[in-house]
Nanobody, 121 residues
Framework: QVQLVESGGGLVQAGGSLRLACVASARTNYMGWFRQAPGKERDFVAAIRWSGGSIQYRDSVKGRFTISRDNAKNTVYLQMNSRKPEDTAVYYC?????????????????WGQGTQVTVSS
């Protein structure tokens, strides 16, 4: 079992920046970030491989969000710049044991509790 703990959520104005962190109790193959806006499904945001060399983003965040990792701290980050009101959501980190990247919920085995991010216009 892998425990994931997110932090860094909060309120930010449109155009501002925020960095989320997710500490994992153990490393798997991939870590991902998802988000769920009120009344909507949970959507893929970004993913990264612990061993490096593989990063994926959803199209709407490319150029604004950056996913990174610190293997020494078992921590994955999501740097979010140029925030938009439509980025408001609960953000979840997730861990994937499988080989190869995935942008679907079913592709991940462990989930954090989520952290609320609100972008005001």
């Amino acid at each position: 079992q892998v425990q994931l703990v997110e932090s860094g959520g909060g309120l930010v104005q449109a155009g501002g920046s925020l960095r989320l962190a997710c500490v994992a109790s153990a490393r798997t193959n991939y870590m991902g970030w998802f988000r769920q806006a009120p009344g909507k499904e949970r959507d893929f945001v970004a993913a990264i491989r612990w061993s490096g060399g593989s990063i994926q983003y959803r199209d709407s965040v490319k150029g604004r969000f950056t996913i990174s990792r610190d293997n020494a701290k078992n921590t994955v980050y999501l740097q979010m710049n140029s925030r938009k009101p439509e980025d408001t959501a609960v953000y979840y980190c997730a861990a994937r044991r499988g080989v190869g990247p995935s942008d679907t919920e079913n592709g991940y085995d462990y989930w954090g509790q989520g952290t609320q991010v609100t972008v005001s216009s």
